[in-house]
């Protein structure tokens, strides 16, 4: 099995299936034991196809007398593959992604359809110029949404609540995410962690727990994986966590309530801000991904933390008013993090126009459980008004005995902040803090 062959059966899956692109990644890589090299070629070519979907599409109506949604659906992954060869890796001869995807036909589709994909892809590379020319010139959302692969509404949402659609997306698109390790304080320091590492991961400390690496290596093959010195976290997640520590619940033993907890990093976080006191109750809809969190738990020596299966919209009585903080990290559309997950890209706005009713249930629900002078936090990792400021806004006109509360962050505004790629260097995400009246 050869990466190029893989990466169009996988992608090809993974469209057919519904399935993110990140579990179709890891099982292809098991499957086909791709290492080292192959394991790069086939791990760029995949999530590249996926990301500049969009891109290739436009590249494919001009290049193609047949329309995509007309072509058979191996077909157009041959050709995107393709073509993201061409135009996005520059390490690999046009004729290379030309005669590759041929022979790839031969294999995967019929038998017409193998000159179809030879002359699409030869017609492209003699005109790779122009293409790129002609995508540079487009103008207004639809040449933002073309030049960066991000649908049109999408697009337009960021230029209506922002005024910034392309700077926002252009920071995207820019360089790959680098991995970012939480330090597990209770056990060692950030430094006395970096300096244990190799010096080839070309690790530095950010701000006072994480440790970015400039490397790409698997996690459990890092130092510390199998003692609990680190588990991953993405310095957005870490500034919201930091809203809800040992001093801003001002208790020895505090209660707290994770609301959304899975997949766990902000509990995890937040255990160790709270050095491992109280009781962090650590809430999901899905039974099986708390494993997730208790697996964490176990492995990172953390005892406070209690898991519950639990509806974010349906809270637990019992509960009711204990909570010195509660964080309430709702499901959103993850508009910030498409960097990350390029499968967000292709949702529909109808996927996402229902959101903010079912973000607002959750906080006010969620809001239950703060007692007299405690406080929620409520965040999401993405950048739509609808989904952040407007749902705070209605949250606190609805509920009185709540105010909006400094955060400590540079730029915030009536208790809340919007962080963004461009302007802060980290993932698109929103926070707001508020506090109920009373002691």
């Known amino acids: 099995m050869t990466p190029r062959l893989a990466a169009v059966l996988s992608l090809n899956s993974a469209i057919k299936n519904g399935k993110f692109i990140n579990l179709e990644l890891d099982s292809a890589i098991k499957k086909y034991g791709f290492t080292d090299k192959d394991k790069s070629f086939f791990t ?29 659906p191996l077909v157009l992954c041959t050709v ?31 038998k017409s359809a193998v000159g179809f994909v030879n002359a699409v892809l030869r017609n492209a590379a003699r005109k790779k110029e122009e293409i790129i020319n002609k995508i540079e010139n487009l103008e207004g959302i ?73 490397k790409s290596v698997p996690i459990n093959e890092i130092y510390g994986f199998d003692d609990g010195l680190f588990f991953v976290q993405d310095a957005s997640s870490a500034l919201c966590a930091s809203l809800i520590s040992k001093d801003s619940v001002k208790s020895e033993n505090p209660v707290i309530i994770d609301t959304c907890a899975c997949p766990g990093g902000k509990t995890f976080d937040i255990a160790m801000q709270t050095e ?22 176990e492995r990172l020596g953390i005892t406070s933390v209690i898991t519950d299966v639990n509806d974010a919209r349906t809270p637990k009585e019992e509960l009711y008013e204990c909570a010195d903080a509660v964080l309430c990290d709702v499901p959103c559309s993850g508009l910030g993090i498409i960097a990350k997950k390029p499968d967000i890209r292709y949702k529909s706005l109808s996927d996402v126009e229902k959101l903010p009713e079912i973000q607002l249930e959750i906080l006010k629900n969620s809001a239950k459980y703060v007692k007299k002078g405690g406080f929620i936090v409520y965040s999401t ?21 709540f105010s909006a509360a400094e955060l400590g962050f540079p730029g915030e505004k009536e208790g809340t902040k919007t962080f963004f790629p461009h302007t802060d260097g980290t993932d698109g995400f929103f926070v707001s803090k508020m506090i109920r009246k009373g002691k």
């Open 44 to 72: 760029r070519l995949l999530y590249g196809t996926v990301e500049k979907k969009i891109t290739l599409d436009y590249i494919f109506a001009l290049v193609s007398d047949v329309k995509a949604e007309k072509t058979d």
């Open 142 to 214: 639809k040449g933002i949404s073309v030049k960066y692969s991000v649908p049109e509404w999408m697009c337009s949402s960021l230029e209506n609540d922002y005024a910034c659609a392309e700077e926002i997306v252009k920071a995207f698109s820019k360089t790959a995410p680098k991995l970012t390790l939480r330090v597990n304080t209770l056990k060692i320091t950030a430094k006395e962690f970096c300096s244990a590492l190799p010096e080839e991961y070309g690790a530095k400390i950010i701000g006072k727990t994480l440790v970015e690496l400039q």
């Open 276 to 297: 491992n006191k109280g009781r962090i109750y650590s809430f999901d809809l899905h039974k099986n991904r708390l494993s997730l969190i208790e697996k964490g738990t």
């Open 80 to 110: 995107e593959t393709g073509l993201y060869q061409i135009f996005y890796m520059d390490r690999v001869p046009d004729f290379s992604a030309c005669d590759e995807s041929a022979e790839i036909a031969k294999k995967v589709c019929k």
């Open 381 to 401: 990792c993405t950048l739509r008004k609808a989904e952040n400021e407007d749902v705070v806004k209605a949250f606190l006109a609805d509920n009185k005995d």
